[in-house]
T-cell receptor, first 112, second 112 residues
Framework: DTGVSQDPRHKITKRGQNVTFRCDPISEHNRLYWYRQTLGQGPEFLTY????????KSRLLSDRFSAERPKGSFSTLEIQRTEQGDSAMYLC??????????FGDGTRLSIL | GEDVEQSLFLSVREGDSSVINCTYT??????LYWYKQEPGAGLQLLTYIFSNMDMKQDQRLTVLLNKKDKHLSLRIADTQTGDSAIYFC????????????FGSGTRLQVQP
């Protein structure tokens, strides 16, 4: 069990650029979640997948955000036309069914 | 509505017990969780309790749940400097929604 892996760990980009993050869940975990955490706050839910199906999206997930999990294994989260307010830690978690969610170390996004 | 509240800060001396408190508002919560976050890292699952339980003990950790008052606590016995971190309380509701709702976290500082 290698844990949830996220790449990159840090991303610095200019406002208006597109960014993409990757998450590799624990193998055989069928559920995968994305959360966003800003400084001094707890994580906030963005979206989740069961296998390859995206089953729920938060209202925090604006039109500039898109997430995929094409083969039911790894997932990508893309942010288009980044804004200053997108600066945050993006956390991925996975679970086997209703079992507890296990988190990766996150991708910290900084918008210049 | 969904609301999880925690006190912001707790300072204890090494060897003492720490008690971190959490209140939640949604009575349909099924599972309640405690996660630990160290600087620059993701969230580590510490323990969780099902809503039909009152107490759960796991080595140095004791979780108490008071459903009437919607109050959850985490007691860490013999607190060590390595326990210094931010502790998050989180809930999952019995509405079919699988997203975790987090509090803002309690920063635990352990003084030698």
């Amino acid at each position: 069990d290698t844990g949830v892996s996220q790449d990159p760990r840090h991303k610095i980009t200019k406002r208006g650029q597109n960014v993409t993050f990757r998450c590799d869940p624990i193998s055989e975990h069928n559920r995968l979640y994305w959360y966003r955490q800003t400084l001094g706050q707890g994580p906030e839910f963005l979206t989740y997948f069961q296998n390859e199906a995206q089953l729920e999206k938060s209202r925090l997930l604006s039109d500039r955000f898109s997430a995929e999990r094409p083969k039911g294994s790894f997932s990508t989260l893309e942010i288009q036309r980044t804004e200053q307010g997108d600066s945050a830690m993006y956390l991925c978690a996975s679970s086997r069914g209703l079992q507890p969610q296990h988190f990766g170390d996150g991708t910290r996004l900084s918008i210049l | 509505g969904e609301d999880v509240e925690q006190s912001l800060f707790l300072s204890v001396r090494e060897g003492d017990s720490s008690v971190i408190n959490c209140t939640y508002t949604d009575s349909s919560s099924t599972y309640l969780y405690w996660y630990k976050q160290e600087p620059g890292a993701g969230l580590q699952l510490l323990t969780y309790i099902f809503s039909n339980m009152d107490m759960k003990q796991d080595q140095r950790l004791t979780v108490l749940l008071n459903k009437k008052d919607k109050h959850l606590s985490l007691r860490i016995a013999d607190t060590q400097t390595g326990d210094s971190a931010i502790y998050f309380c989180a809930e999952i509701m019995d509405t079919g929604r699988r997203a975790l709702t987090f509090g803002s976290g309690t920063r635990l500082q352990v003084q030698p």
